[in-house]
């Protein structure tokens, strides 16, 4: 199975929304609504933020919020802040008890 | 609040084996499942398979298959990762992450703070 489908980078200024996207296939990503999102800042372990496509775990603003349509999950960051700065990784349930990943997206906080 | 420890940092040589720990505390052991990711220097997350922490039954990811191991021991809330015949292309952070109570679930939380693991000759 491929990794899930992810843009390398996207930025934005502070203050402004930005949406992350992560494309799968039928069998994944449009079979299931096992979807989480991942943040992960420089030499720190990944961190839950996004769960259920649309489940925030406590914790968590409530400027992250996941949707689902189709094949493609996307996550959306709004009020962006300079701490947001980080690495983002979508994931899902792939079917035959595996997981997939994204390759990852690099967000730059201009 | 549930947590997860790995070991510490490891040099191997190539051709060599490494077994990481990951040992749980918070939360009952049994009820879940544990899931290996590793992470190469500057490349994304990828996964390698996860462990049942009940029965002890593991899947693996196709790439992985054949060259690592993921067990438990439920006495002392400890999985384990073991990787044999390492390469270069081993030297990667490895992360041990507490999965659902459904295999599907990808609530992947708490992570492990990660083990680095370097194949040098």
């Known amino acids: 199975q491929s990794a899930l489908t992810q843009p390398r980078s996207v930025s934005g200024s502070p203050g402004q929304s930005v949406t992350i996207s992560c494309t799968g296939t039928s069998g994944d990503i449009g079979a299931y609504n096992f979807v989480s999102w991942f943040q992960q800042h420089p030499d720190k372990a990944p961190k839950l933020i996004v769960s259920?496509?649309?489940r925030r775990p406590s914790g968590v603003p409530d400027r992250f919020s996941g949707s689902k349509s189709g094949n493609t999950a996307s996550l959306t960051i709004s009020g962006l802040q300079a701490d947001d700065e980080a690495d983002y990784y979508c994931c899902s349930y792939g079917g035959n008890s595996n997981v997939l990943f994204g390759g990852g997206t690099k967000l730059t906080v201009l | 609040q549930a947590q997860l420890v790995q070991s510490g940092a490891e040099v191997k040589k190539p051709g060599a084996s490494v077994r990481v720990s990951c040992k749980s505390f918070?939360?009952?052991?049994?009820?879940?499942?544990i899931h290996w990711t590793q992470q190469a220097p500057g490349q994304g997350l990828e996964w390698m398979g996860w462990?049942?922490?009940?029965?002890?039954?593991?899947n693996y990811a196709q790439k992985f298959q054949g060259r690592v191991t993921m067990t438990r021991d439920a006495s002392i809330n400890t999985a384990y990762l073991e990787v044999n015949g390492l390469r270069s292309d081993d030297s990667v952070v490895y992360y041990c992450?507490?999965?659902?109570?459904?295999?599907?679930?990808?609530?992947?939380?708490?992570w492990g703070q990660g083990t680095l693991v370097t194949v040098s000759s």
């Open positions: 992450v507490r999965g659902g109570r459904d295999v599907r679930q990808t609530s992947f939380d708490p």
């Open positions: 462990i049942n922490l009940y029965s002890g039954y593991t």
């Open positions: 918070g939360f009952t052991f049994t009820e879940y499942y």
């Open positions: 259920d496509v649309t």
